[in-house]
């Protein structure tokens, strides 16, 4: 598992673990390591020595590190240039180490580098770039290196002009090939667009793990965790203690979406898959291991319930949903079934002590909680799953899950191809076999939109992806992942 801090935090660690040690140490770990990376980048495009290296320098210590890392260049035979946005206020010091390792200052951007260092703006930035900063951001793909290649971009901590602490991308920002990072990721490495700006994160240990006291601001699974916390059966597991998921999902109008959440749920951990709606023959001529029924009440013994994708708006939709909310099952609801929670009209319903997992998409999200998630989507879903006291899965490229108490995931196998019909039916069918499978709320959520993410990737690999398709590289995808 990885995890991130937000800027308050980093900042408390940095001052306490900088009141045991001579000034700068710090500064001079993170430029260390940040030359270290850099250089090892230059190695793999014709060497350090006579490479052309521009360094972006704001008036902060991010500029500071830059500086710093630029000599150590600099010193290694590299030709360092200086851009400085603020020449009033440069870190004096780093801009001495620089010059007296051979490097200059230069006054407009070149047309060429073979690494541009972005140190910009770090943890301190506040708002979107600067109109300066934000035209050197832009004109950044016009530089050409050695080979003719674009030049590589090493974004200094974040790259400048994301939001650190939600991950938003407000205007113009650097995008960069790798982010050296220092101490901790910030959660603008995980969460949203800004994510994406980073391109490969790097961390450079500069002693700050034990001082970090505060919880994490996000979480993000690896592979490795999922594996761990996959269910296995074992040799007394029959198909009541693998666990029974209950699928009220579809209707004669779509019966797809029963199809395809009962594709999600077959292939997860538990021992049976059961059906209860409208679309019922459809469900059974498809996957015969399903048991169907036409109603929950008859739909016998479940261990938790997924209720909601094409199962329509109506009022039988809405008994179903009842039914479901009364029992004292883990239950996840999607699509029509949030839909049917606008309005407050199973705001009882929901007061129940059983897990809760609301996975509305954007629109979905919106009709709920009455806004979209806007900036800061991490804080919109903890936000919605304290309200409505659910684990909230936000649907999107990182895909957040939020619980009620705050804690929040970012999934890091997201893939736009995801962004077609049908996927959310699976997604819903998988989770809710995890949730049956005994697992707590917030880790079946995070394991489903981990596992979800790599078999969009999967399927993308064989051309445009269906709903259907997701589902198919559900197996091959665990078979990879749980060996
Ligand atoms: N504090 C520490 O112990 C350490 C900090 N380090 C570095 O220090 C950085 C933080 O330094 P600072 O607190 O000086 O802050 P920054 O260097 O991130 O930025 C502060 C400066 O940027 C300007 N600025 C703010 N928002 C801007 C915007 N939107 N557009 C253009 N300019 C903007 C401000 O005028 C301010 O002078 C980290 O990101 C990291 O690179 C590292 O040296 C490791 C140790």
Same mark, same amino acid.
């Given at each position: 598992m990885r995890r991130a801090w937000?800027?308050?935090d980093v900042?408390a660690a940095e001052?306490t673990l900088?009141?045991t040690?001579?000034?700068?140490?710090l500064?001079?770990r993170a430029?260390?390591g940040?030359?270290?990376?850099?250089?090892?980048?230059?190695?793999?495009?014709?060497?350090?020595?006579?490479?052309?290296?521009?360094?972006?320098?704001?008036?902060?210590?991010?500029?500071?590190?830059?500086?710093?890392?630029?000599?150590?260049?600099? /010193? /290694?035979?590299?030709?360092?240039?200086?851009?400085?946005?603020?020449?009033?206020?440069?870190?004096?010091?780093?801009?001495?180490?620089?010059?007296?390792?051979?490097?200059?200052?230069?006054?407009?951007?070149?047309?060429?580098?073979?690494?541009?260092?972005?140190?910009?703006?770090?943890?301190?930035?506040?708002?979107?770039?600067?109109?300066?900063?934000?035209?050197?951001?832009?004109?950044?793909?016009?530089?050409?290196?050695?080979?003719?290649?674009?030049?590589?971009?090493?974004?200094?901590?974040?790259?400048?002009?994301?939001?650190?602490?939600?991950?938003?991308?407000?205007?113009?920002?650097?995008?960069?090939?790798?982010?050296?990072t220092f101490g901790c990721l910030?959660?603008?490495?995980?969460?949203?667009?800004?994510?994406?700006?980073?391109?490969?994160?790097?961390l450079v240990d500069i002693g700050l793990g034990p001082v970090l006291q505060a919880d994490p601001?996000?979480?993000?699974?690896?592979?490795?965790?999922?594996?761990?916390?996959?269910?296995?059966?074992?040799?007394?597991?029959?198909?009541?203690?693998?666990?029974?998921?209950?699928?009220?999902?579809?209707?004669?109008?779509?019966? @797809?979406?029963?199809?395809?959440?009962?594709?999600?749920?077959?292939?997860?951990?538990?021992?049976?898959?059961?059906?209860?709606?409208?679309?019922?023959?459809?469900?059974?001529?498809?996957?015969?291991?399903?048991?169907?029924?036409?109603?929950?009440?008859?739909?016998?013994?479940?261990?938790?319930?997924?209720?909601?994708?094409?199962?329509?708006?109506?009022?039988?939709?809405?008994?179903?949903?009842?039914?479901?909310?009364?029992?004292?099952?883990?239950?996840?609801?999607?699509?029509?079934?949030?839909?049917?929670?606008?309005?407050?009209?199973?705001?009882?319903?929901?007061?129940?002590?059983?897990?809760?997992?609301?996975?509305?998409?954007?629109?979905?999200?919106?009709?709920?909680?009455?806004?979209?998630? @806007?900036?800061?989507?991490?804080?919109?879903?903890? /936000?919605?799953?304290?309200?409505?006291?659910?684990?909230?899965?936000?649907?999107?490229?990182?895909?957040?899950?939020?619980?009620?108490?705050?804690?929040?995931?970012?999934?890091?196998?997201?893939?736009?191809?995801?962004?077609?019909?049908?996927?959310?039916?699976?997604?819903? @069918?998988?989770?809710?076999?995890?949730?049956?499978?005994?697992?707590?709320?917030?880790?079946?959520?995070?394991?489903?939109?981990?596992?979800?993410?790599?078999?969009?990737?999967?399927?993308?690999?064989?051309?445009?992806?269906?709903?259907?398709?997701?589902?198919?590289?559900?197996?091959?995808?665990?078979?990879?992942?749980?060996?």
């Amino acid at each position: 598992m990885r995890r991130a801090w937000r800027v308050t935090d980093v900042r408390a660690a940095e001052k306490t673990l900088m009141a045991t040690l001579p000034e700068g140490t710090l500064m001079q770990r993170a430029a260390a390591g940040l030359a270290r990376r850099c250089a090892l980048l230059l190695e793999e495009t014709g060497g350090v020595y006579g490479a052309r290296v521009l360094l972006l320098v704001g008036s902060g210590d991010n500029g500071g590190d830059t500086l710093y890392a630029g000599a150590a260049l600099a /010193r /290694r035979g590299a030709q360092v240039r200086a851009l400085l946005l603020t020449p009033e206020r440069v870190h004096l010091a780093g801009l001495a180490a620089l010059r007296q390792a051979g490097g200059f200052t230069t006054g407009d951007l070149p047309t060429r580098a073979d690494l541009i260092l972005d140190g910009i703006v770090g943890i301190g930035s506040r708002g979107g770039l600067r109109s300066q900063a934000a035209a050197i951001a832009r004109g950044l793909g016009a530089l050409r290196g050695r080979t003719g290649e674009r030049a590589l971009v090493v974004a200094v901590d974040v790259p400048s002009g994301v939001a650190v602490d939600t991950g938003d991308v407000p205007g113009e920002a650097v995008t960069a090939d790798v982010t050296v990072t220092f101490g901790c990721l910030k959660p603008a490495h995980v969460l949203g667009p800004a994510a994406v700006r980073c391109g490969h994160v790097d961390l450079v240990d500069i002693g700050l793990g034990p001082v970090l006291q505060a919880d994490p601001a996000v979480r993000v699974p690896e592979a490795a965790d999922i594996a761990a916390w996959w269910p296995r059966p074992g040799a007394t597991s029959d198909k009541y203690t693998r666990g029974v998921v209950g699928l009220a999902t579809g209707s004669v109008k779509y019966p @797809g979406a029963a199809l395809l959440s009962a594709a999600g749920a077959l292939a997860g951990p538990t021992g049976m898959v059961r059906y209860a709606g409208s679309a019922h023959y459809d469900v059974v001529r498809a996957h015969p291991t399903v048991v169907a029924s036409r109603k929950v009440a008859d739909a016998g013994r479940v261990q938790a319930w997924v209720c909601g994708s094409g199962l329509g708006t109506g009022d039988e939709a809405r008994t179903e949903l009842r039914s479901v909310l009364a029992t004292s099952l883990p239950v996840l609801l999607d699509a029509d079934a949030i839909t049917l929670l606008v309005g407050g009209e199973h705001a009882e319903d929901l007061r129940r002590d059983a897990p809760l997992v609301i996975t509305p998409h954007d629109g979905e999200f919106k009709r709920l909680a009455g806004e979209a998630p @806007g900036a800061d989507r991490a804080g919109a879903a903890a /936000r919605l799953a304290a309200w409505t006291n659910a684990v909230v899965l936000l649907k999107g490229d990182r895909t957040i899950v939020a619980t009620p108490a705050g804690e929040i995931w970012a999934n890091p196998t997201g893939s736009p191809e995801l962004a077609t019909a049908g996927t959310g039916d699976v997604l819903a @069918g998988l989770l809710g076999s995890l949730l049956a499978a005994g697992l707590p709320a917030v880790r079946a959520a995070v394991m489903a939109a981990y596992v979800h993410g790599l078999a969009g990737r999967r399927a993308a690999v064989d051309g445009p992806v269906t709903g259907s398709d997701v589902a198919s590289a559900l197996r091959p995808v665990l078979v990879d992942l749980l060996g």
